[in-house]
């Protein structure tokens, strides 16, 4: 089956129109959702509207509230809201041009791929394509679709180009709250030494088929031994746990299990007045 595309319009840069077609880049058939089950009858559990006093109430009684405070709504219906959504326009328009390095990673939400619609578009997307490349640019936009209006970046991918939706900036929790507590002192050059030449060691070009969801892959295996055995006993498999060593993350041995991890031998005579010492 063709892929369909998210949004189809054109980019607008200056005077420049350029035809496209934006297409989801990523999915989620790897997932693996559950239903409630109501285990003596084998049936699905379903779920019905009810209000506390008065019960179960039809589609037609509910409307949208926002709760302004504990209890108290503002009530809204469906054609006022419709009234305010965005337009959704089919032009891209880009506003800005940014260094890639200063957006923050916190604000890239979903990834999209962008095309040129047809032939007659091909050469106006190449050039902007390119442009940005030489530049090393990002271009930002702002793209109306189903009523709302997203941020969005977009930089060369390829032959093509890659569109990521951003949050707005009161979608982000600033993370300084939560580091205020840890030392700023600087750690020892000889664990420093290590724990750099570890990540060396460990260094290699970003694969993502080399990961594997190894919780999906288990599920997966779980449900289908048990549909084949159609029974209803629990199946309980025992996952070994990755080896921890016996004393649980000994913070005073941290410079000999750096250096068992780099392949050295760690000096028993300074570890273990460091022993005796703490």
Not at 23 to 50: C, D, L, V
Not at 90 to 106: M, S
Request: with cysteine; net charge neutral.
């Amino acid at each position: 089956m063709a892929a369909r595309a998210y949004w189809q319009g054109q980019i607008r840069l200056a005077l420049v129109s350029i035809p496209v077609e934006i297409y989801s880049a990523s999915k989620s058939g790897a997932k693996i959702r559950f239903n409630q089950i109501h285990e003596p009858s084998g049936k699905r559990i379903k779920y019905e509207k009810t209000v506390p006093g008065v019960g179960p109430v039809d589609r037609d009684e509910i409307i949208k509230g926002y709760e302004v405070s504990k209890g108290e709504y503002v009530l809204l219906e469906d054609e006022e809201i419709e009234a305010v959504k965005i337009e959704s326009k089919k032009t891209l328009e880009l506003v800005q041009f940014v260094e890639a390095c200063e957006i923050d990673p916190l604000y890239f939400e979903k990834p999209y791929y962008v095309a040129p619609k047809d032939d007659l578009a091909e050469e106006a997307f190449v050039v902007l394509r390119e442009a940005l490349r030489k530049s090393k640019k990002v271009a930002l936009g702002q793209l109306s679709v189903r009523g709302s209006e997203k941020l969005v970046a977009i930089k060369p991918c390829g032959n093509g180009l890659l569109l990521e939706t951003l949050r707005y900036a009161d979608e982000v929790r600033k993370g300084q709250a939560f580091f205020d507590d840890i030392d700023e002192a600087k750690p020892k050059k000889e664990l420093l030494d290590l724990a750099t030449k570890l990540i060396e060691e460990k260094s290699a070009p970003f694969d993502a088929s080399e990961f594997e969801d190894r919780y999906v892959d288990a599920l997966k295996k779980l449900i289908d031994k048990k549909a084949k055995s159609k029974s209803k006993k629990a199946i309980i498999e025992d996952v070994d746990d990755p080896d921890t060593g016996s004393g649980g993350g000994n913070v005073i041995d941290l410079m000999a299990a750096l250096k068992k991890s780099v392949g050295e031998k760690p000096s028993s005579g300074k570890s273990s007045k460091r022993r005796k010492s703490a």
